[in-house]
């Protein structure tokens, strides 16, 4: 499966979730994730899929999914008020795939952010 980097674990996403991932552990997208995003996500694929590395990169809020362990970088877009999540997996090998992109409801994103589930990063 053809793969490309697309960003890689910072020490401060690290210490934030408390992750068993190295420093500059690199993120791939691989052909499938993007056709899933493509079929299932069209309005964010056609929107956001330019931006993945800069949400990875500069997340506003980051946080695991209490479901699957994935990790979540989610960056709001002010000029849209529209926050994008990327859900990144870990697989049982330590390789990290991001899995899907889309849109968080701005309630759902409040909600997480309230609960903790989401935590703020600092610039």
């Not at 997208?29 to 929107?47: L, V």
């Not at 960056?75 to 992109?101: D, F, P, Q, W």
Request: proline share 4%; hydrophobic share 30%.
């Amino acid at each position: 499966m053809p793969q490309r980097k697309i960003g890689e674990f910072s020490q401060k996403i690290i210490d934030t979730l408390t992750l068993n991932v190295s420093v500059g552990t690199p993120i791939y997208i691989g052909d499938s994730n993007i056709e899933h995003i493509k079929s299932r996500h069209p309005y964010e694929f056609e929107k956001y899929i330019d931006k993945i590395e800069e949400i990875i990169s500069k997340p506003d809020y980051i946080g695991q999914n209490p479901h699957d362990s994935s990790i979540l970088f989610v960056r709001l877009y002010k000029t849209a008020n529209e926050y994008i999540r990327v859900a990144v997996k870990i697989s049982t090998y330590g390789n990290c795939y991001a899995k899907t992109l889309h849109l968080l409801s701005t309630s759902n994103a409040e909600r997480y952010i309230k609960k903790g589930t989401l935590k703020k990063l600092d610039k």
